[in-house]
């Protein structure tokens, strides 16, 4: 079963213009991250946030998290067409090492 | 420093045969995770590994999968007999223990379809 469920399912931008996905998890978790994935590729580390954490920044990438309403934002800014992927969002409940993905969402950065 | 490696790459089998696939981690990374990835979906855990042990297994369909890590290092999936749904991509990743690093470090996957 997937904990974490991302939206838009796909999102289709102008380069330039900046893209936000949204994830939404179940239960109590130690850390949500966020990975890219290039099609036909591995999944690729891109950024941590810990559940008392509330906003976290990495190059043109800010994401943000709130407890209360169990959600994250990812935020690109500045998109690229090399930005063009699938991301996905991951969770880690606590007391677990246990990683859940989500079902990602797959951006298009058109040139 | 190498990443993780897998093999192979792709491959294409009858349903019934049997299949294997390889990892190679990352040195030092003595977790090892094997995930399946249907088509759109996000990867899902089969398997994971603290060394040469086998934590959570909790997800792998013992009755056709089985997994090895000898020596803690690299490890094998195996699936025998394959079936139709089986036609996946299969990821291996790995990381550190402990809780403050949650980072995985993913290979290029191995695609498996099944005619």
């Known amino acids: 079963s997937q904990q974490g469920e991302e939206d838009p399912q796909a999102l289709s931008i102008q380069e330039g213009e900046n893209a936000t996905m949204n994830c939404s998890y179940k239960t109590s978790i130690n850390n949500l991250q966020w990975y890219r994935q290039n099609s036909g590729r591995g999944l690729v580390h891109l950024i941590l946030?810990?559940?008392?954490?509330r906003e976290k920044h990495s190059g043109r990438l800010r994401v943000t998290l709130d407890t209360s309403k169990k959600s994250s934002s990812l935020l690109i800014t500045a998109s690229r067409a090399a930005d063009t992927a699938s991301y996905f969002c991951?969770?880690?409940?606590?007391?677990?090492?246990?990683?859940?993905f989500g079902s990602g969402t797959r951006l298009l950065v058109r040139p | 420093e190498a990443g993780v490696v897998q093999s192979p790459r792709y491959k294409i089998i009858e349903k019934k045969q049997p299949v294997a696939f390889w990892c190679n981690p990352i040195?030092?990374?003595?977790?090892l995770y094997w995930y399946r990835q249907n088509l759109g979906q996000g990867p899902e855990l089969l398997i994971r590994y603290e060394n040469e042990e086998a934590v959570d297994d909790s997800q792998l369909p013992k009755d056709r999968f089985s997994a090895e890590r000898l020596k803690g290092v690299d490890s094998t999936l195996k699936i025998q007999p394959a079936e139709l749904g089986d036609s996946a991509v299969y990821l291996c990743a790995s990381s550190l223990a402990g809780e403050d690093t949650g980072e995985l470090f993913f290979g290029e996957g191995s695609r498996l379809t099944v005619l």
């Open positions: 946030i810990r559940s008392n954490e």
């Open positions: 991951a969770t880690r409940m606590d007391s677990s090492y246990k990683l859940i």
């Open positions: 040195s030092g990374h003595n977790t």
